[in-house]
C-alpha cells in the first residue's frame, strides 16, 4: 500500500499548508487532516488533578490554562506545542522522542497532520503524527483530544483506528507515537 | 454493625456449649478429600441476564479477552483469550457457539499474523475449533459493528482495514472462508436481514449489500448521502429494533433506517434533546452509548455536558426515550461513569454499564433504573457489551 501511504501524507500536508489555523475548533490551531494514530481512550476530561498522571492511563499532565502555558515546551506533556493533535502514548515517554521513535520499533508511514502555533518563535508548524510500531503498547503518557475527530467510516480523520495498520515489517502492534516538524506551515 | 470484638467474644462464650450438645465426634468429623481437577462448566441455554464483558487490553493489546458475568448474581462466570486487538465476541442465535475474530503474532508482538475466527463451547469456554481469515481484520476501538451475523445466522461478517475497506464473509454452516466484499469508501456491518447488511460511507451515504447462498455478493447499492458528515456525524454506534437502526449525530439528532423492500430509507430524524438542553451543552458521548430493548421500544443513551469534541466522553446520565411516542421518558442517575451500555432482551431487563477506563460493571434495573449491583475488578480497559 505504499502509494496510499505516500498519497495520504502528502495530501494531508498539502492541505494543512493551504489552511490557516485560524477559525478552528478552541485554541489549539489544529487541523486534522491526516489519519489518527492509535485506538484511544476516552478518557473523562479533568478526571485528573492537574499535573498528575492517571492510575490506568500513564496520563500526561494536563489541566486549567495555567498549567498548559507551563508545560507548553515539555515534550512530555499533552500540552506541548507539537502536540496540538496528538492522540496516543508519547514517545518521548516510552525511549523515543518526539520526532523519533524507541529502539526496536518502526516508524509507520502513515500519518495524522496537524498544524501547531510555536509560541517561541511565533510560527505555524505542519507536525505529522506517525506512530512507532511493532512492541505492545508502551502505556506511558497517554494524550487523548478528540478536536474534529469523524467516525470510522470517516477513516482518515477518525482517530479510533490503528494506523499501524499500514505498516510494512512490524505490522500492526502499536507502541506510541511522534509529533515530527514536516515544514512551516505557509 | 457488631463489632467484631462483640462477635469473637459471643463464639468464645459459645463454643463449649456447642461442643456438649453435639459430642466430641460430630465436632471432630472430617471433612471428605476433594475430588481432583474439577472444573466449572456453564449450563445452557445462557440466562438472558448474563452479559460478555469485552477488554481489548489497551496496555497490553495482544492479550484481550470476553469476560461472563451473571447480572442476577453478580458472579464472574468465565472468560474467553481473544487475543491481539479484539473487539468482541458473537454469540449464534442458537446459542450452540460463540464466533470470536482474533489475530495472532507467531512472536507474540512480531512474526507472522494470522487471523482466524475461533470457535468455543459456550458450556466449557473452551476452543472447538477456528476458520483462518485474511490476516486484514481491521484494528480498531472495538465497535459491535466491526463483527455481525447475518439475520439467519449462516454467514458471519467481519470488517477488514489495511487500510483499504472490505468484508470477510464466513460461512458457519461449514465453517469456511467464503471470500470478501469490497466495501471502498465504506465501513462496518449493519445486518437488515436474512442476507443483507449495509455499511456507513464517508460521504454520509448507505452501502447496501444482498448476499447470495454462497456468500457472495449478489447485488450492491449506494444510497445517495442521508446525513451531513461535515456538520453532523452520525456516530457508527447504531442499534436496531426490528428492521430499524437508529444512529445518533454528534449533536444528540437520531437518525432511523429502515428496510423496506429491499431498500434501505431515511425515516424522519428527531431530537433527542431539547433546544434548552442544547443551549446547556447536553449531547450523547461514549463508546456505546446506545442501547435498546425491542419489546418495551426504548432507547436509552449516555449523556453528558461538554463542548463538540467531547462526543466520545463518558456520562453520569442514561436518558431512556420512547422510540414510538419519540419523547423522553426517564432519566437515570448512574452511580460511576458510563462509556458502555446494555440492555438485555428478556421482559424484566437489565441495564448494564461500564468504562473503559474503570473495571466496575454497574447493573440496574432497566425499567425502574435502580441500581441493583457492582461488580469489580472486571478486566483492564473494558470496551463493548455483549448480551445473548
Known amino acids: ?186 | 454493625m457488631k463489632s467484631p470484638r462483640w462477635v469473637l467474644s459471643a463464639a468464645v462464650a459459645c463454643a463449649p456449649l456447642a461442643l456438649a450438645l453435639l459430642g466430641p465426634a460430630a465436632a471432630l468429623a472430617a471433612l471428605p478429600p476433594d475430588p481432583l481437577a474439577t472444573v466449572q462448566s456453564l449450563p445452557r441455554p445462557a440466562s438472558p441476564h448474563w452479559v460478555w464483558v469485552n477488554d481489548f487490553v489497551f496496555s497490553h493489546m495482544v492479550s484481550g479477552k470476553a469476560m461472563l458475568v451473571d447480572g442476577d448474581s453478580g458472579r464472574f462466570l468465565g472468560e474467553l483469550d481473544t487475543g491481539f486487538g479484539s473487539q468482541r465476541v458473537v454469540l449464534a442465535p442458537d446459542g450452540q457457539v460463540i464466533y470470536s475474530p482474533e489475530t495472532y503474532f507467531s512472536r507474540g508482538t512480531r512474526g507472522v499474523r494470522t487471523d482466524v475466527v475461533t470457535l468455543y463451547d459456550p458450556s466449557h469456554l473452551s476452543p472447538l475449533g477456528e476458520i483462518v481469515i485474511p490476516p486484514k481484520r481491521s484494528s480498531n476501538m472495538p465497535m459491535i459493528s466491526n463483527a455481525q451475523l447475518t439475520d439467519d445466522g449462516r454467514f458471519l461478517l467481519i470488517y477488514n482495514f489495511t487500510p483499504a475497506q472490505s468484508i470477510t464473509v464466513v460461512d458457519t454452516r461449514s465453517r469456511k472462508f467464503v471470500g470478501e466484499v469490497e466495501t471502498s469508501g465504506c465501513a462496518l456491518i449493519f445486518p437488515t436481514g436474512a442476507r443483507s447488511f449495509f455499511s456507513l460511507c464517508a460521504d454520509g451515504a448507505l452501502l447496501h449489500t444482498v448476499l447470495d447462498d454462497t456468500g457472495h455478493a449478489s447485488k450492491s447499492d449506494r444510497t445517495q448521502p442521508l446525513f451531513d458528515v461535515d456538520h453532523d456525524p452520525l456516530t457508527e454506534k447504531g442499534v436496531r429494533v426490528g428492521d430499524t437502526w437508529y444512529f445518533v449525530s454528534f449533536s444528540g439528532m437520531l437518525y432511523p433506517f429502515k428496510w423496506e423492500q429491499g431498500s434501505v430509507k431515511l425515516l424522519q430524524a428527531w431530537p433527542l434533546l431539547s433546544a434548552a438542553e442544547k443551549a446547556q451543552s447536553w449531547r450523547p458521548g461514549g463508546l456505546q452509548q446506545l442501547a435498546v430493548h425491542t419489546g418495551l421500544n426504548r432507547l436509552y443513551a449516555i449523556m453528558h455536558q461538554g463542548p463538540l469534541e467531547t462526543h466520545k466522553d463518558p456520562g453520569r446520565e442514561v436518558w431512556v426515550y420512547d422510540l414510538v411516542r419519540q419523547a423522553r421518558i426517564q432519566k437515570i442517575a448512574m452511580k460511576n461513569n458510563s462509556g458502555s451500555i446494555q440492555v438485555t432482551r428478556d421482559s424484566h431487563p437489565l441495564l448494564f454499564s461500564i468504562f473503559i477506563e474503570s473495571t466496575v460493571l454497574d447493573v440496574y434495573d432497566a425499567t425502574t433504573g435502580n441500581l441493583l449491583r457492582s461488580v469489580t475488578d472486571i478486566g483492564t480497559t473494558p470496551t463493548v457489551l455483549v448480551t445473548p
Open chain 1, 1 to 186: 500500500m505504499k502509494w496510499l501511504d505516500s498519497l495520504t501524507e502528502g495530501s494531508a500536508r498539502a492541505l494543512a499548508k493551504r489552511t490557516s489555523r485560524r477559525g478552528f475548533i478552541g485554541s489549539l490551531g489544529a487541523i486534522l487532516v491526516g489519519v489518527s494514530t492509535v485506538p484511544l481512550l476516552p478518557v473523562a476530561r479533568g478526571a485528573s488533578p492537574p499535573g498528575t498522571s492517571g492510575p490506568s492511563t500513564g496520563k500526561a499532565p494536563g489541566g486549567p490554562a495555567d498549567d498548559k502555558a507551563k508545560h507548553v515546551n515539555d515534550p512530555t506533556s499533552c500540552d506541548y506545542w507539537r502536540h496540538c493533535a496528538i492522540d496516543g502514548y508519547l514517545c518521548g515517554c516510552c525511549g523515543g522522542s518526539e520526532n523519533s521513535c524507541p529502539p526496536g520499533t518502526e516508524m509507520s508511514a502513515i500519518t495524522w497532520v496537524g498544524t501547531c502555533h510555536n509560541p517561541v518563535d511565533g510560527r505555524d508548524y505542519v507536525v505529522s503524527y506517525n506512530d512507532c510500531c511493532g512492541k505492545s503498547t508502551c502505556g506511558r503518557c497517554l494524550c487523548n483530544r478528540n478536536e474534529r475527530d469523524t467516525p470510522l467510516y470517516v477513516p482518515f480523520q477518525s482517530n479510533d483506528y490503528n494506523w499501524c495498520s499500514g505498516s510494512g515489517k512490524t505490522n500492526i502492534p502499536y507502541h506510541c507515537s511522534t509529533a515530527r516538524i514536516v515544514s512551516v506551515a505557509k
